[in-house]
């Protein structure tokens, strides 16, 4: 399978443009689902969290309290660590799994940690969203109605603009107006067909 890793920081477009490859008859396997899902209750790993954390960690549900828990590892590196130690080889492993299992004549791998997470590993190209620091604050706060200064801490964590552009094959700049994405899109497919295709040959 040829795999097409889509990366890029917080609020720079992903969904937006992963969905333009879906919208062109593409598979698309998302580490964010993947991660959200695996957290459901009664699973296990929402099991371990509630071991560690206790009830603080949930809902009144029983569901994952995300917020508690975005905090927490914000404010706790060895929460951070733990908690990635729990998270990564699972979500590594369905990522594989679903890739795997796709028909399209190639498939995206989108990830907001692809490069961090080392998830290139599995990528034969990869193809980056960017935006300026400025538009990554303005899109985001608007979209997630929180403050520059969180999304500023987020930014931080990520890997930085010039890590991610170093790694890119290729690069979709996304400053522009979501309009002008499908024309970028549609060129990029027909690329990613034809070193699919010189890959099963
Ligand atoms: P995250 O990593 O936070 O999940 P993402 O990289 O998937 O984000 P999107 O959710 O696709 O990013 O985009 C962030 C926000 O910016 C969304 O509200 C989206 O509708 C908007 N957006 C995306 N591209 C553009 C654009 N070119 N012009 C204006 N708004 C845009």
């Known amino acids: 399978m040829f795999v097409v890793g889509v990366t890029g920081g917080i ?11 879906y919208q062109q008859g593409i598979d698309v396997v998302d580490a964010d689902v993947i991660a959200r899902g695996m957290m459901n ?3 296990a790993a929402l099991e371990a969290v509630k071991q560690r954390f206790g009830e603080q960690a949930l809902q009144p549900d029983g569901g994952l309290n995300r917020s508690w828990l975005r905090e927490r590892i914000f404010a ?9 130690n729990l998270t990564h080889p699972l979500v590594r492993e369905q990522l594989l799994q679903q890739v795997a299992q796709a028909q399209s004549p190639y498939v995206i791998l989108s ?3 692809l490069i961090e997470n080392r998830l290139t590993q599995l990528c034969d190209r990869v193809l980056v969203v960017d ?32 890590q991610r552009l170093a790694a890119a094959d290729n690069v979709i700049d996304n ?3 979501v309009e002008e994405l499908p024309k970028h899109v549609e060129k990029l497919h027909e690329l990613y067909l034809r070193l699919a295709a010189n890959k099963q040959a």
């Open 175 to 177: 400053n522009g107006a």
């Open 111 to 113: 990830a907001p940690l």
């Open 11 to 21: 609020g720079s477009g992903k969904t937006t443009v992963t969905d333009l490859f």
């Open 41 to 43: 209750p009664g699973s």
């Open 131 to 162: 935006v300026s620091e400025a538009t990554q604050i303005a899109r985001t706060a608007s979209r997630d109605n929180t403050n520059a200064e969180q999304v500023q801490a987020i930014i931080a964590a990520q890997a930085s603009r010039e």
């Open 76 to 84: 706790h590196p060895e929460d951070k660590t733990w908690l990635n």
